[in-house]
């Protein structure tokens, strides 16, 4: 193992630079920012932009716990800018089972317990005198729809012309380019910059809300309902500004998200 010389200041407080076995080891302070460990990268490989390229590397996260949009942004920053590939993560047990339940939407055992198995429940032959037979095809009897029972988690952005077709939530980890489309029967939900076009509670659901880190779309609607935000002329380039769109008295408001949901 060979211990690299700090090359930067901030270095030593969130990020520790090392080789082993011709892999770069970044380890990440827990505590700090994904903003403060981006811009410690930068300051750190700008010193000898050329020194590292085409290096592999993995990044030790610890008990941090694992957002996929920030890693992203991490590796993004290594790859594009200073050629240095990132193959491997290292983090605690702990923090990759929470990871593995927010994406599949399950809860996640490490291991089942060796017990003794119980009898399979006897089948009832006939159903019980009581039971209401609900047919999907009969709008009067038809089954709720709850788009919040299902999710579809895209890892990565949307190039324009794909297009994203879901009867229930939509979560994007990236950018919606122009171009791009989802239409989602529930919530959608872009970790990034949303310029597409979007419609969410696309069988009517006018309770469906939409939130982005950036919101300007080309086109938005929610339910029955649709607007053509504007962008800000003060916005500034890579600034992100959290908004959220939903349906109050027939018509699209947008305003700043601040951690809730309108009542």
């Known amino acids: 193992m060979q211990t690299l010389p700090a090359t930067a200041a901030t270095t030593n407080e969130v990020l520790g630079l090392r080789a082993v076995d011709g892999v770069l080891h970044l380890s990440l302070d827990e505590k700090a920012s994904f903003e403060a460990l981006r811009k410690c990268l930068r300051d750190t490989f700008s010193a000898t932009p ?10 030790e996260f610890g008990t941090r716990p694992i957002d996929l949009f920030d890693l992203r942004r991490l590796t993004h920053v290594l790859k594009d ?99 791009a489309e989802i239409v989602a029967g529930g919530t959608i939900l872009v970790l990034g910059a949303l310029k597409g076009m979007v419609h969410a509670g696309s069988n009517g659901d006018d309770d469906a809300i939409v939130i982005a880190f950036d919101l300007r779309p080309t086109q938005l609607r929610i339910g029955r309902r649709i607007a053509f935000p504007t962008d800000s002329p003060n916005r500034a380039v890579g600034v992100y500004s959290p908004q959220i769109a939903w349906v109050r008295d027939e018509t699209i408001h947008i305003e700043p998200y601040r951690g809730k949901l309108p009542q």
């Open 81 to 179: 800018e200073f050629g240095v590939h990132v193959t491997g993560l290292y983090c605690d047990q702990q923090a990759l089972l929470r990871y593995a339940e927010r994406e599949l939407k399950l809860r996640v055992y490490p291991s089942l317990p060796q017990v003794e198995s119980e009898p399979l429940p006897e089948e009832d032959p006939e159903p019980a005198e009581d039971s209401t037979p609900v047919h999907d095809d009969d709008p009067e009897t038809a089954a709720p729809f709850d788009a919040g029972s299902r999710v579809l988690s895209i890892p990565h952005g949307l190039r324009s012309g794909q297009v994203i077709h879901y009867t229930g939530d939509v979560a994007i980890y990236g950018d919606v380019n122009p171009g």
């Open 50 to 59: 050329d020194r590292f390229r085409g290096k592999n590397a993995r990044l």
